[in-house]
């Protein structure tokens, strides 16, 4: 087993965050890839705005630290790759959604399903491509970080870090903003009904009154379709990004202020 697992702590730690790195760009890669599959075109799928996706590097340092004493038992190895993999993405996905009130992704449409967050298939593909990742792929990673000059490695994983805390820092605070934004489409949308209704009731009035009523409502409806418009123009680049890195992301609290963002970003 030498080189596969580090004995000082320190170098450990090194080699994990390099783990964590690495594998989180080579899990943006798949995601992009699969989108651009699916979809034809170029889609940023990360969740961050670098090219890198976390999950995939949480899960791949949490699969070489439990299962590499393992890693030669295939059923073992596949199972612990199973359930990991499963529990890391269903803890993430019910975090994230409950932090923003929003659900990332959504695999209700699929056959033995966990409250969407995980399904038996992506369950199983992810065992399948753990053990790729343990037998064939790390391996090589593995060799690739240890062979990294130390005076090298370590200022450059620090520097790669430093930019993934900033990335995350200024995600979080973006999310925050589509949230407020998205409350402000939630109210508008709100009082354009429900002027919608009074204009309703009182279109059969003739009463100068009445008309005059009217009138003010028009008004004031009129400037509120504006006002909607004017949010749903504004351009915010990390939340066009979002939208469609997630297009399955359903909103708890502001189900059609978002789907109306979603129509207005294609």
């Not at 391996?139 to 520097?159: A, E, H, T, W």
Request: aromatic residues 14%; hydrophobic residues 45%.
């Amino acid at each position: 087993m030498k080189g596969e697992i580090p004995m000082t702590q320190d170098i450990m730690l090194y080699q994990y965050i390099w783990f964590f790195t690495i594998y989180a760009f080579i899990g943006w890669c798949t995601e992009v890839i699969y989108a651009t599959v699916n979809t034809g075109k170029f889609v940023n799928r990360g969740f961050l705005n670098g090219p890198v996706c976390p999950i995939y590097g949480f899960g791949t340092v949490i699969l070489v630290y439990f299962l590499t004493p393992v890693k030669d038992n295939l059923i073992i190895l596949f199972l612990g790759s199973v359930i990991l993999t499963s529990l890391l993405e269903y803890i993430t996905g019910f975090i994230l959604e409950k932090l923003f009130h929003h659900k990332w992704w959504d695999y209700s449409g699929e056959p033995f399903n966990i409250q969407g967050y995980i399904c038996l298939k992506f369950s199983l593909l992810w065992g399948l491509g753990c053990i790729l990742i343990m037998k064939v792929i790390h391996p090589i990673i593995n060799r690739f970080v240890m062979d990294i000059p130390k005076f090298f490695g370590y200022p450059l994983v620090l520097f790669i870090l430093l930019i993934f805390i900033v990335d995350a820092y200024v995600t979080v605070v973006s999310i925050y903003g589509l949230n407020r934004k998205l409350d402000q489409l939630e109210d508008i949308t709100i009082k354009i009904k429900e002027l919608s209704d009074e204009l309703g009731e009182n279109i059969s009035g003739r009463t100068h009154t009445i008309l005059e009523k009217n009138e003010k409502l028009k008004i004031r409806f009129n400037e509120l379709r504006l006002k909607q418009k004017e949010v749903l123009k504004e351009r915010q680049l990390i939340h066009k990004r979002l939208i469609k890195a997630f297009p399955n992301m359903k909103s708890n609290r502001f189900y059609e202020a978002l789907e109306k963002l979603k129509k207005h970003s294609k």
